[in-house]
């Protein structure tokens, strides 16, 4: 091979090294602004989540307090213990008057088989 095929060989592979270079510097480039869009989306999102966990946090803070700071809370306890009271009242009510109407009816029953 003579010195300036050599020196031509040389100046091709140079060449194309530089144009992979180039073509990996632009891929680079275009990975780099993806990443970036990337970034500034996901900050956009998390500022906005940020916001909104602020507004969740603060309406249950709001309930909280209205459920500490509510003047109705003893009333409406009173009303569930009176409410449920008064359901176990006619509970034992009922099955006092069913147990009692049922034995009665037994006895009532062997009088007058037994009775005669």
Not at 66 to 75: D, G, I, R, S, Y
Request: hydrophobic share 40%; charged share 30%.
């Amino acid at each position: 091979m003579k010195p300036e095929e050599k020196i031509e060989i040389a100046g091709l592979i140079s060449t194309a090294a530089k144009v992979k270079d180039a073509e990996h510097e632009a891929n680079y480039k275009l990975i780099d602004f993806k990443l970036g869009t990337i970034l500034k989306q996901t900050t956009l999102h998390n500022q906005r989540m940020t916001k909104v966990e602020e507004k969740c946090r603060e309406i249950e803070k709001a309930d909280l307090t209205k459920m500490v700071n509510c003047p109705l809370v003893e009333k409406v306890r009173t009303l569930e213990d009176t409410s449920l009271t008064s359901k176990a009242i006619k509970k034992w009510f009922i099955g006092t008057v069913a147990g009692t109407g049922g034995v009665v009816s037994i006895f009532w029953m062997l009088w007058m088989l037994f009775g005669k």
